[in-house]
């Protein structure tokens, strides 16, 4: 069974730094694309980074250059280093499993609250 | 960037018929899926590609792509499908998603 468990969340100050986890059961994250995805309170998805199988990595231009994302084949995991927070970064961030053609997101984790302060 | 644009609401009467559409600029040419989230929860992919239904996800539920909009149709609408439903393409690198249609079964 595919699980997807977020961790992480916490609140923080402008400017400060979090780093969210992502722990992966059922499925192996080298295998497909993995993705966070978030979404502000009250508000809309946005997709937010991706990792593919292969090791390309994109991120949304609202945090390319601050939030990093990575993976750990060993401990089956995905995180998302997320520094310079601001505001405007305040959501519930899901950890997502990328469907088999990666077109789209076929499994998502129940998410982990990030709240900044400013 | 791409665009996708849904309505913000949309109501119905149970056993009724609920077409919930998503505009995008000749859409028709971009593979669109469809996620229902309830409050409180995940998103559940419910269509892909269009009109594929995935494992679990009633007959109740059908998508169609055509021209600049896509469509999902939810037939015999249940007290259980009140959710926001949003639309998603790929575009280039990137994951655009629609803003969102409110199914609120009256």
């Known amino acids: 069974e595919v699980q997807l468990v977020e961790s992480g969340g916490d609140l923080v100050q402008s400017g400060g730094s979090l780093r969210l986890s992502c722990a992966a059961s059922?499925?192996?994250?080298?295998?497909?694309?993995m993705n966070w995805v978030r979404q502000a309170p009250g508000g809309g998805l946005e997709w937010v980074s991706i990792l593919y199988s292969g090791g390309d990595i994109f991120y949304a231009d609202s945090v390319d250059g601050r939030f990093t994302i990575s993976r750990d084949i060993s401990r089956n995991t995905l995180s998302l280093q997320m520094n310079n927070l601001k505001a405007d970064d305040t959501a519930v961030y899901f950890c997502?499993?990328?469907?088999?053609?990666?077109?789209?997101?076929?499994?998502w984790g129940r998410g982990t609250l990030v709240s900044v302060s400013s | 960037s791409y665009v996708l644009t849904q309505p913000p609401s949309v109501s119905v009467a149970p056993g009724q018929t609920a077409r919930l559409t998503c505009g995008g600029d000749?859409?028709?040419?971009?593979?669109v899926h469809w996620y229902q989230q309830k409050p409180g929860q995940a998103p559940v992919l419910v269509i892909n590609d269009d009109r594929d239904r995935p494992s679990g996800i009633p007959e109740r539920f059908s998508g169609s792509n055509s021209g600049n909009t896509a469509t999902l149709t939810i037939s015999g609408v249940e007290a259980g499908d009140e959710a926001d439903y949003y639309c998603q393409v790929l575009d280039g690198t990137s994951y655009v998603f629609g803003t969102g249609t409110k199914v609120t079964v009256l």
């Open positions: 997502v499993k990328g469907g088999i053609r990666g077109t789209n997101f076929d499994f």
């Open positions: 000749h859409i028709e040419k971009r593979g």
């Open positions: 059922g499925f192996s994250v080298s295998d497909y694309y």
